[in-house]
């Protein structure tokens, strides 16, 4: 884990718009990585770790686990 600051290569995205804040995501996250805010779901990136049950589970498209060679 040499990327950033301890990052992870890949990261989760969620796409607020998309998100009917139906918390199906929070319920599975073995990480506890998400939070619920008032207009979408959110991800701590110190905790997740990118393995995707989320992705599976939210049924809007909401969200991406995605390639991040470099994180900000
Ligand atoms: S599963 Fe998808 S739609 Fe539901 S709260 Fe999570 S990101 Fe939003
Ligand atoms: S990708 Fe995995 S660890 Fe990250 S928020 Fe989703 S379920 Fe949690």
Redesign the pocket.
Known sequence: MNEGDGEPPRR?VILARRCVLCRR?LA???????RMEPDSAV?DPR?????????AACRTGA?A?ERSPRLG
């Open positions: 989760l995501c599975l996250c073995p990480r506890g990585a998400l991800v905790l997740c770790l990118a393995c995707g049950a989320c992705v969200m686990v």
